[in-house]
């Protein structure tokens, strides 16, 4: 209750139907947005002003489209960035669009390769995506380590994401309701996301032994389509 309170005095929960001077009554629609504002600021991890902003995008009149596209770009963005730097490729600002000036890719040459994996796949991808500058990030922090990441690398795993993406969109199919459909996209990005990762390492674990198999065996792996 004192959780419920602290919601509405930040103006993230509207106020129920007092009963009497002690008493509040809540409907399913409070429910309803209190289950998006957990998922908002526990589970997504959005500070309580970032949340407000969210809920009003999405009281307005927002179609699907565009309420996806606010939850999606308001979460907390994935990097493989681990040196505070931001995805900074380590250069003085001297360095070339190619590389910084330790050899390892710039910030320039990390927006360049990830502009022509957009380009590659066909994505539409709008400008102000936090996702662009965050894989660029990414890549050159990768690169830092010596783990360099060519589009050609990058694309067999985009087409993966591309599919992945097709059946998160098939789970959000027929729901109309925007707060509903809100928290069904927090769910999809922020609680299934670590179910795809595990998948993933199992999958990895399952070919890691089909291969020693194989090799062991002396024998080839059959063909499956």
């Not at 949340?51 to 309420?67: K, S, Y």
């Not at 730097?85 to 600002?93: E, T």
Request: net charge negative.
């Amino acid at each position: 209750m004192a959780t419920i309170k602290y919601y509405r005095r930040e103006g993230l929960l509207p106020e129920g139907r007092a009963l009497n001077p002690t008493a509040v009554e809540y409907g399913e629609e409070h429910i309803q947005r209190l289950r998006l504002i957990r998922s908002l600021v526990q589970l997504g991890g959005l500070s309580v002003a970032r949340t407000r902003e969210v809920l009003e995008a999405v009281d307005r009149l927002l179609d699907a489209f565009e309420t996806l596209g606010v939850v999606h770009h308001a979460l907390p963005v994935p990097s493989a960035d681990r040196t505070g730097k931001g995805g900074r490729g380590g250069g003085d600002g001297d360095s070339s669009p190619d590389s910084a000036t330790d050899g390892t890719m710039s910030d320039e040459g990390a927006a360049e390769r990830v502009e022509t994996l957009i380009d590659s796949m066909g994505w539409q991808i709008s400008d102000e995506s936090p996702h662009r500058p965050a894989l660029a990030g990414s890549l050159a922090a990768l690169a830092r380590l010596g783990a360099d990441c060519t589009t050609d690398d990058l694309i067999p795993y985009a087409r993966l994401a591309t599919a992945t993406a097709d059946l998160d969109f098939m789970r959000l199919e027929g729901i109309d309701d925007r707060i509903a459909l809100a928290e069904r996209a927090v769910f999809l990005t922020v609680l299934f996301e670590p179910v795809v990762r595990l998948l993933r390492r199992l999958a990895q674990e399952d070919a890691n032994h089909r291969r020693h198999h194989r090799h062991a065996s002396g024998g080839s792996e059959p063909l499956t389509e």
